[in-house]
Each structure stands twice: as C-alpha cells, then as structure tokens.
C-alpha cells in the first residue's frame, strides 16, 4: 500500500483539474456533448479502444480531435447513459501526467420493443498534457473488461 504523502498546493490544483477532467468526459457523454467531449483532447490526440480488454489488440485507433466525432455521437444511440467514475491513479511530472480511471458505465436502448441495460466496466489509460494551465487528454485506451447486457426492468 502506498504511505500518503503531504501534497504541494501545485500538485494538488493539478490532481483535482484532472479528476475534473476524467468527470467531465463522462458528463459529456452523458448529457450528448460532442463538443464538449471533444473540447477535453489535445488537437492531435491518440483515442484507442480495446473492446476485448487489455492485451488485446485495439478494435480501432482514432487520430486527431476531429476523429471523435462519430465516436462521441454514437452515443445518441442510447436513451440515457450513466457513467459512474471510480478510483484513479495518476503520476505527474511536471506539465504531462500518466493516469489509470475506472468507470462503471451503463447504457439503456430499445431492441424489439424490450428495453434493455447493457452495463460494461471501462478501464482508461491516459496521457495527460497541461496547455496554458489546463489539462487534456493526449492520449486515451479504452479498455473493456467486462459488459453485460439484459432486459432492463426501470421504468424511466
């Protein structure tokens, strides 16, 4: 286990800018900012995502901020979408950080009129840069490590 250490006020302002980071990606999501969503990458970030968990090769690779374009608006896709940010580590040096998040992320959608929940937990490992005192995404792996999809009982 690591032994807390005491924080600058520096490393500190930076640690909370980034979980602010990690939470406003999945707020953005959530409420169908695009925009927004895309507003949190460097212009020439790296987006991969592994659909069949880490040690897999990705399912596709996106280059360039505009390149998530259709990632982001697939979620609309979905009726509603809740995504729940869990622990995260990050290590910083300097103006660049390192960073694994963990998010429980759940999805609601018609199929054949039954309304169904498809839940999968998400792992991302980040590249963070820091541009003018704010930080963004440099590079983004999306790792599934599990989903799980079933009819869906909410009535909302």
Same mark, same amino acid.
């Given at each position: 286990m690591d032994v807390p250490r005491e924080l600058t006020p520096a490393e500190a302002a930076d640690r909370l800018a980034i979980r602010e980071l990690f939470d406003g990606y999945a707020r953005c999501a959530d409420r169908r900012d695009a925009e927004g969503?895309?507003?949190?990458?460097?212009? &020439?970030?790296l987006f991969a995502v592994? #659909? &069949?968990?880490?040690?897999?090769?990705?399912? /596709?690779?996106?280059?360039?901020?505009?390149?998530?374009?259709?990632?982001?608006? &697939?979620?609309?896709? /979905?009726?509603?979408?809740?995504?729940?940010?869990g622990q995260s580590t990050v290590t910083i040096d300097g103006d660049r950080a390192t960073?694994?998040? /963990?998010?429980?992320?759940?999805?609601?959608?018609?199929?054949?009129?039954?309304? #169904? #929940? #498809?839940?999968a937990s998400l792992r991302y490992h980040d590249t963070f840069v820091k541009v003018e005192g704010r930080w963004y995404f440099a590079t983004r792996k999306l790792f599934v490590d599990w989903s799980e999809t079933r009819p869906s009982t909410a009535t909302h």
């Open positions: 969503q895309k507003a949190l990458f460097t212009p &020439d970030t592994h #659909m &069949d968990g880490e040690g897999s090769a990705p399912t /596709y690779v996106l280059e360039g901020r505009e390149a998530l374009t259709p990632v982001f608006a &697939d979620l609309n896709r /979905y009726e509603v979408t809740t995504h729940f940010n960073g694994e998040s /963990y998010t429980l992320a759940h999805h609601l959608f018609l199929e054949a009129g039954v309304r #169904m #929940m #498809m839940i």
